[in-house]
């Protein structure tokens, strides 16, 4: 019971006495409003921007929002991502050297990490960070790992394609994923063949894409996967190709249609299916307003979603303009993902890390290796992104990035041996490597990622513009920094150690 | 019988001060239920990861299939230390043979799982949730377990677990795991933890109850047991050094998992496998020692496990592709030695060259729940399976 008056101006100032509908919030957009759309859309807002969306009516934010959607990076990529001419990698059964094998798999490695580093830089870095958090969700439902594609190049051209398609047709995206060379690979459908079919594509299409777990039969996935036989790849170029010779021309019958389909076919009577447009809702519910999707304003988005023929943007709309996005009562109930956490902190705090790579290798110590999710079911977010580890992981962080004012860290300096190498930024083990090992490389790393930030806390509080005494300054970070109050005020009124006690706190955990 | 993860909903209804106690409450007034739940055991589960090569673990030395299939990487008949008439131990693994004498070494031969699964990350998946080849499980085995039977309120933790960032078996929501590299580290990091506040919403609660989890074990464990036994050097002798201090302190915790990497050898298997193989050994013999020392081998149960076992024709690099079954330790001061299971045949291998099973992980998991704490299995492992005779009576 400590520090009791500051903890209510907090509560006062939050308006979070107890849940309730909130009359104001219908007509224009007051400041916690507009914090809320802007975080749950983008990362980490910063006061300016928040300020820019104050005194818009929901409708009006909602669409400036969607306008500044974008269907490219801003960002150019590493380097290797864009070379041209045909793949080249050594394969076992071609006669290739285990030394040929070990140098590949190191270049995959390296090249994966400059991919990771380049994505956070694309997120910090964007007009539209609606765009990346999009191409990050659709990541998460058209999951593909570099864990069995290896090839980093097929895992930037996913990232490429979803992000022309993020805030654009669903099911023009869908089409696309069904050919893309790193699906391709990850779901095994070039392996699908007439007479040896290979399910697993048709399984997840049905069951993570489209309908969802007990909207189709077993029947079902057997006869899609028969339709998208000779879906494959040429492994030269890495573009997806359709082998004639491979592909079953018999009819099939799925979802109680029967015809001579091929693949689209399938796509196009998945996407004629009222659950699919529920299920995808649903998913965009759970990353945009709250662990608990109403199941009414499901239905009435998805048919919107449907009606407008996959229009993400119409999705989205619905969502962000809807009383439910709004209500307090689902403010501060969405658990920050690593990236939100470090992208967000970065972006929040003005800082510009002079090399973003080991900010990939922080969100990958919290649990989210970019462009590696743990399996074709995605990461599951929400309450499993903290555990003993992993929260410890996070506020270790945290707490570092608060020490490092100036750059000029003493404490992380005076480590003997502290300075990052190339393979101290690799986000998974070495064979041999034992898992203690791992881990001080990957401190190595993110310490020398903090060391390159450079932040002042005093100019940052300076943009308020108002007296810096320690009570103004803590009212003005904790509006901005919170979505629901801080558990401990902070005791803290120098302004770097307020910040670090701030972003310790577990409420800092959640958007 | 209530379970924890209900009871916490409950108690999300109305406000209260701390988790902790709240927890306490909860196990004061329901961890009695299922009656005769024996915590006091100790579970060590020890994942060899990467998949070790159970084929040159336990070998088949007298089956002219096994050579056929192993010109470069059979280990000759006459370094097998020999276990039976047609099975023998890696002769890296010598100091067991003591264990084994004294039987308290079982060797299980065979344990699978039907449709095998050949990702490392998907069927390690399998493996700690105890899940079917295509049934998708978000909580760990472990974590069923404790949340249809919790451990007492005044453990340090529900299990800790050593040297790996994942929580593996004790994964999702609702145990009180911990996952540290040694107990020195986690009491300093334990200081960002405070797991104070009061709040009715459900992911902060959340949050505040790892806090007060991470709060809880770090009071309660120490880091400066003075063991006369010795360790043995290395990352794998560390770990079980950790696993030792945290078992010093009591009370406890039901469960310490401990991960030896590195046994993916796609090439070059012979002398990485034989190093580890050996670290291996010694590093369960200093945990025999130190356990002993403190008066616990007698009720700790150590299983080893992976994702899978290797290929048995070995690849053109002198190295072993991802397989399936595999043979697997178990080893305690009340554990019935001796081989169970069968091995697989090497004459009858699948499509891709892989071999079957003989037992069934779930059933070596049910042998833990029901023989060893007196937890009943069906629950925690979604069906039945039957338990193993590996505990002497």
């Known amino acids: ?511 | 019988m209530m379970d924890r993860r209900r009871f916490l909903k409950l108690a999300a209804s109305a406000p209260i001060a701390g988790l902790a106690p709240a927890l306490a409450a909860a196990n004061l007034a329901f961890g009695a239920a299922p009656a005769g739940a024996d915590y006091r055991r100790l579970l060590i589960l020890i994942e060899l990861k990467g998949g070790n090569d159970g084929l040159n673990t336990l070998v088949p030395f007298a089956d002219p299939a096994y050579y056929a299939l192993r010109p470069k990487l059979a280990i000759a008949r006459d370094s097998v230390i020999q276990l039976s008439d047609a099975v023998g131990l890696h002769p890296a693994l010598e100091a067991l043979l003591p264990l084994w004498r004294a039987r308290e070494l079982a060797v299980l031969q065979g344990v699978g799982y039907p449709e095998p699964n050949l990702s490392h990350f998907r069927s390690i998946e399998i493996w700690d949730t105890a899940s079917g080849s295509h049934q998708y499980l978000q909580d760990g085995w472990l974590t069923r377990t404790f949340a249809l039977a919790p451990t007492p309120a005044d453990f340090a933790a529900d299990g800790v677990i050593v040297g790996s960032p994942d929580l593996g078996p004790l994964s999702g929501g609702g145990t009180r795991a911990i996952a540290l590299a040694n107990t020195e580290q986690f009491l300093r990091q334990a200081r960002f933890a405070t797991g104070e506040g009061q709040t009715r919403n459900k992911a902060l609660q959340h949050i505040l109850k790892v806090e007060a989890d991470i709060v809880q074990a770090a009071a309660r464990l120490k880091s400066d047991y003075a063991f006369k036994a010795s360790f043995p050097q290395g990352a794998f002798g560390n770990a079980i050094r950790t696993a030792c201090q945290v078992v010093a302190n009591r009370p406890g915790v039901a469960v310490v998992r401990v991960t030896q990497t590195g046994y993916d050898t796609h090439s070059g298997q012979a002398p990485t496998q034989a190093r580890l193989l050996g670290e291996l050994a010694a590093g369960v013999v200093a945990l025999k020692n130190a356990l002993g020392e403190v008066k616990r081998w007698d009720d700790t149960l150590v299983l080893t496990y992976a994702e899978f076992g290797r290929r048995p024709k070995e690849n053109l690099s002198n190295g072993t592709d991802h397989g399936t079954a595999s043979a697997h330790f178990v080893l305690g001061g009340r554990v019935a030695g001796g081989l169970y299971g069968e091995q697989p045949s090497l004459e009858r291998l699948s499509g891709d060259g892989n071999t079957g099973y003989s037992i069934d992980f779930r059933s070596v998991y049910a042998t833990a729940l029901d023989r060893w704490w007196n937890v009943p299995s069906t629950g925690p492992l979604g069906g039945r399976f039957t338990p193993l005779p590996l505990l002497k009576t």
């Open chain 1, 1 to 511: 019971m400590r520090a009791l008056s500051s903890f209510a101006t907090i509560a006062v100032v939050l308006s979070l006495a107890a849940p309730r509908a909130d009359a104001a919030i219908a007509g224009a957009l007051d400041y916690d409003g507009a914090r809320l759309l802007l975080n749950r859309t983008g990362f980490g807002a910063t006061q300016a921007e928040i300020e820019h969306y104050v005194g818009m009516s929901r409708e009006q934010a909602a669409k400036a929002l969607l306008a500044t959607s974008r269907t490219a990076a801003v960002t150019s990529p590493p380097p290797a991502m864009i070379a041209t001419g045909p793949l080249q990698y050594p394969r076992r059964g071609a006669g290739a050297s285990d030394e040929e094998i070990k140098m590949f798999r190191q270049q995959q490695v390296r090249e994966g990490l400059d991919l990771r580093g380049w994505w956070v830089g694309e997120m910090l870095s964007t007009p539209s960070p609606l765009t990346e958090r999009m191409t990050l969700f659709w990541h998460n439902h058209f999951v593909s790992s570099q864990q069995k594609v290896k090839l980093t190049e097929l895992m930037y051209r996913q990232n490429v394609t979803l992000r022309a398609q993020a805030l654009g047709n669903f099911g023009a995206m869908l089409h696309a994923v069904a050919r893309d060379p790193a699906m391709i690979i990850y779901l095994d459908s070039a392996q699908n063949r007439k007479g040896a079919p290979n399910e697993n594509f048709a399984r997840e299409l049905m069951e993570l894409f489209t309908l969802g777990e007990g909207n189709y039969g077993e029947s079902d996935v057997k006869e899609a996967a028969r339709a998208f036989t000779g879906w494959s790849l040429d492994r030269e170029r890495g573009e997806f190709v359709f082998r004639r010779a491979l592909h079953d021309y018999g009819p099939k019958t799925v979802l109680g249609r029967t015809g001579n389909f091929d693949g689209d076919d399938v796509i196009d009577i998945l996407l004629a299916q009222p659950s699919t447009a529920e299920f995808v809702s649903r998913k965009l519910w759970r990353e945009f307003v709250s662990p608990d999707p109403d199941a009414a304003e499901v239905k009435r988005i998805a048919a919107r979603f449907r009606d407008s023929g996959y229009d993400i943007k119409t999705a989205l709309y619905a969502l962000l303009t809807s009383d439910a996005f709004y209500a307090r009562e689902n403010r501060g109930t969405l658990v920050k993902s690593p990236v939100d956490l470090v992208v967000g902190t970065l972006h929040q705090f003005g800082m510009h890390p002079g090399d973003t790579i080991p900010f990939a290798v922080a969100a990958a110590g919290m649990g989210q290796v970019l462009f590696a999710p743990p399996n074709v079911r995605g990461w599951p977010g929400q309450e499993t992104w903290i555990n003993s580890s992993r929260l410890l992981a996070r506020k270790q962080f945290l707490d570092r990035l608060m020490r490092a004012e100036g750059g000029a860290t003493g404490m992380l300096q005076s480590v003997p041996g502290n300075t990052m190498t190339a393979s101290d930024r690799t986000p998974w083990p070495a064979p041999d490597e034992t898992d203690q090992a791992r881990r001080a490389r990957s401190m190595r790393a993110v310490d020398s990622g903090i060391r390159s930030v450079q932040f002042d806390s005093v100019a940052w509080f300076a943009q308020w513009k108002a007296p810096a005494d320690a009570q103004k300054r803590n009212d003005d970070a904790v509006r901005l920094l919170f979505a629901v109050a801080p558990q401990t005020p902070p005791q803290a009124s120098e302004p770097l150690a307020m910040l670090r006690e701030l972003v310790l706190d577990a409420a800092y955990e959640l958007k």
